[in-house]
Antibody
Framework: EVQLVESGGGLVKPGGSLRLSCAASGFAFSDYSMNWVRQAPGKGLEWVSS????????YYADSVKGRFTISRDNTKNSLYLQLNSLRAEDTAVYYC?????????????WGQGTLVTVSS | DIQMTQSPSTLSASVGDRVTITCRAS??????LAWYQQRPGKAPKLLIY???TLGSGVPSRFSGSGSATEFTLTIRSLQPEDFATYYCQQYKSLWTFGQGTKVEIK
């Protein structure tokens, strides 16, 4: 069974940092690209960042470029998102999601999310 | 950047109704379009990919159609568990979601 489990969320002050993790199981993690998608309270979905299976290709939304860093460790079946210079508008549930290397299947599995709250 | 626009934003319907949601892309995305369902407090679930291919385990009352810039998601006979928010997503050039359509009970 495919499982994605996020962790690392919490309350942080504006300007602070946080590192999110996503533990994957039930599939060949190193064969898949991975993504972070966020959802502010009561709002829609926003794609944040993507990393290819071997970390060769990395993409960011303009809203987080220069502040967030995506990475992965295929030996640990884990995905990460380093969040720096956090702002109130970064408050959201952060989901990790996978997609196949060809990108045909879109985001076919999602984790349950971890909440990041940026507030003083 | 490719923008995605869904309509309507909210839809009121009854169990058994046929429901259609529209998604428009700001430029052609061929068939690189997915639909997701999100129930309150839950993660999104993939319903349809490549505009019309049903995801794994998705009931056949869901269907998708369209290409280029105009797409539709149809629920043939609405069931109680279908009251949720639906999002389209383009994945031709990076990834962009529509703003969502909430299907609520009439």
């Amino acid at each position: 069974e495919v499982q994605l489990v996020e962790s690392g969320g919490g309350l942080v002050k504006p300007g602070g940092s946080l590192r999110l993790s996503c533990a994957a199981s039930g599939f060949a993690f190193s064969d898949y690209s991975m993504n972070w998608v966020r959802q502010a309270p009561g709002k829609g979905l926003e794609w944040v960042s993507s990393i290819s299976s071997r970390s060769r290709y990395i993409y960011y939304a303009d809203s987080v470029k220069g502040r967030f860093t995506i990475s992965r460790d295929n030996t640990k079946n884990s995905l990460y998102l380093q969040l720096n210079s956090l702002r109130a508008e970064d408050t959201a549930v952060y989901y990790c999601a996978r997609h196949d290397e060809l990108g045909i299947l879109a985001f076919d599995y999602w984790g349950q999310g971890t909440l990041v709250t940026v507030s003083s | 950047d490719i923008q995605m626009t869904q309509s309507p934003s909210t839809l009121s319907a009854s169990v058994g109704d046929r429901v259609t949601i529209t998604c428009r892309a700001s430029q052609s995305i061929s068939s690189w379009l997915a639909w997701y369902q999100q129930r309150p407090g839950k993660a999104p679930k993939l319903l349809i990919y490549q505009a019309s291919t049903l995801g794994s385990g998705v009931p056949s009352r869901f269907s998708g159609s369209g290409s280029a810039t105009e797409f539709t998601l149809t629920i043939r006979s609405l069931q109680p568990e279908d009251f949720a928010t639906y999002y389209c997503q383009q994945y031709k050039s990076l990834w962009t979601f529509g703003q969502g359509t909430k299907v609520e009970i009439k």
